[in-house]
């Protein structure tokens, strides 16, 4: 790396993620010349849970996340040491889009990788969805979880390991980091989670709300995602007015952890785009 970075690069995962997963992607950013940071969010990996137990993850309100992210932005990167960028993925990347949105943070540019905008549903309506979880939430306690899982080591560990990524050795790699630091665990989300996404993904539906951001955006996403649908991505990327649009057709759903003919051609067009949009 240049004794100089060309810039900051500031990586934010999704839901129930840990900066560790991802320690192969920020070293090729690091390598590419950025100086990178990786931040978990409130309540996630070691931070502990807010939750009604030591693995289900809550949150009161997105803004909660988004808040905490623009105050470290604030503190953040040298803007005399090059361009501040970000990339984020998942539930990372909508609570960027709150920010962006929001004008809580000015990056010089933006990745976002299979954005949170709408949850792989089955045809069922993102309405119909929501009301539910604010029924689930008036009729017990928000904290608890939203779905069933075994608190077998290994079936919690394995999670949803075949729609999150293709490839066998990046795969076990999360598992073993989970393993070395089981505090970094997590469990399903809490119904209050799943009401305030839907709440949160309402919020940038409204006209004028993504209409309104400047920042030059990358967005990356796969029809074969099984947890977030593609559909409202395509919709977001077409209301953005600055926004660029990469799909896979087979990817799951953590494409920067995916087989090596996947990773490495998003991998080539964030580097192409942040040359472009985010020269040192």
């Known amino acids: 790396m240049p004794t100089k970075p060309r810039g900051s690069l500031l990586f934010m995962g999704g839901r129930g993620d840990a900066y560790e997963k991802y320690f192969e992607t920020l070293d090729y950013w690091h390598r590419r010349g950025w100086a990178v940071t990786a931040l978990d969010w409130r309540g996630q990996a070691g931070s502990g849970r807010l939750g009604a137990d030591d693995e289900t993850g809550h949150i009161d309100d997105f803004l909660t996340w988004v808040s905490d ?108 980091w989970r393993t070395q630091r089981p505090e970094t665990a997590m469990g399903p989300g809490s119904w209050g989670w799943v009401e305030r996404s839907y709440a949160s993904m309402r919020e940038l539906g409204r006209p004028g709300a993504l209409e309104k951001i400047v920042t030059p955006l990358l967005i990356i996403a796969t029809a074969a995602d099984q947890l977030v649908a593609i559909a409202p991505v395509e919709r977001a990327a077409r209301r953005l007015p600055h926004a660029e649009f990469l799909r896979f057709e087979d990817a799951g759903h953590e494409i920067l952890r995916e087989t090596d003919s996947i990773r490495d051609r998003a991998l080539a067009a964030i580097d192409e785009f942040f040359d472009r949009q985010a020269a040192a």
């Open 69 to 176: 992210l623009a105050t470290f932005w604030e503190q953040w990167g040298d803007p005399a040491l090059g361009p501040r960028v970000i990339v984020a993925h998942s539930m990372g990347a909508h609570l960027v889009l709150r920010a962006l949105a929001a004008r809580r943070i000015d990056p010089a540019a933006a990745v976002l990788c299979a954005p949170m905008l709408g949850f792989a549903s089955r045809g069922l309506p993102a309405w119909l969805l929501h009301g539910a979880a604010r029924l689930m939430c008036r009729i017990g306690d928000p904290r608890r979880p939203a779905w069933k899982y075994s608190t077998k080591p290994d079936h919690r560990l394995s999670g949803h390991g075949l729609a999150l990524t293709h490839d066998p050795e990046r795969s076990a790699d999360r598992l073993w």
